[in-house]
Nanobody
């Protein structure tokens, strides 16, 4: 079974940056072959995918973050990242990472963009 732990959230001013991390542990045959994704959920809203990265490093971004967020992975460390630049208040949410094949979620990390 895979366990996921997010970190790196916090309070940032509009226009600022944060880097989220998602560390994987547990029964992982190979992190390299895992398609991993970031989702976010704002209060009163559904949880939506923000970005995803495949085993071949193909990436997907939802339209609202394209050009501002960058998803990446370090297979040796079994960590996935989300570099978030140009943050705005609409990015405020709890951010979750997910291992798509197993449907495993992390516990989430709060990102708040406010002046």
């Amino acid at each position: 079974q895979v366990q996921l732990v997010e970190s790196g959230g916090g309070l940032v001013q509009p226009g600022g940056s944060l880097r989220l991390s998602c560390a994987a542990s547990g029964r992982i045959d190979s992190f390299t072959y895992m398609t991993m994704s970031w989702y976010r959920q704002a209060p009163g809203s559904r949880r939506d995918m923000v970005a995803s990265i495949s085993s071949r490093n193909y990436t997907y971004y939802t339209a609202s973050v394209k050009g501002r967020f960058t998803i990446s992975r370090d297979n040796a460390k079994k960590i996935m990242y989300l570099q978030m630049d140009g943050l705005n208040p609409e990015d405020t949410a709890v951010y979750y990472c997910r291992h798509e094949a197993s449907g495993t979620w992390g516990q989430g990390t709060q990102v708040t963009v406010s002046s």
